[in-house]
């Protein structure tokens, strides 16, 4: 099997709702830093995501944010293009979703402050490692 040369990982993407809720959620919850937000705008949404406009002819706008945390880089994009987007639950089994593992120091403390913004574990909270 060929070596591809990876040396790191760039980032993870969560396309959100609420850009502003989601950067707090990070912030105060996790300790995080954002970076500032930044309108990506076609042809490279179109080129990064294959997302296409409302028409079917240009890439839909999409706003998005880096938080720094230790070791790895969160991006967060809330779409604004195209209009009648939804939200889908998908299942975890689902192929799509996925998920970032972080190590906590204090897990009960990251719980309950995260239960402010109507976020808790979907769960049991596990141990690895």
């Known amino acids: 099997m060929p070596d591809p ?3 790191s990982a760039n980032h993870t993407c969560y396309i959100v709702s609420s850009l502003d809720r989601s950067i707090a959620l990070f912030e105060q919850v996790l300790g995080l830093t954002a970076t500032a937000k930044a309108v990506r705008a076609e042809p490279m949404t179109q080129n ?3 997302a296409k406009g409302a028409k079917g002819a240009k890439g839909a706008d999409v706003i998005i944010v880096y938080l720094s945390g230790p070791n790895h880089s969160i991006e967060l994009a809330e779409y604004l293009d195209p209009s009648g987007r939804s939200s889908v639950m998908p299942r975890p089994c689902a192929i799509r979703p ?3 593992a972080l190590n906590i120091a204090d897990i009960d403390s990251v719980v309950e402050s995260a239960a402010e913004f109507d ?3 979907i769960g049991e909270i596990t141990t690895v490692g």
């Open 48 to 50: 990064t995501t294959g």
């Open 5 to 7: 040369g990876i040396l």
């Open 98 to 100: 996925a998920h970032t």
């Open 119 to 121: 976020v808790s574990p």
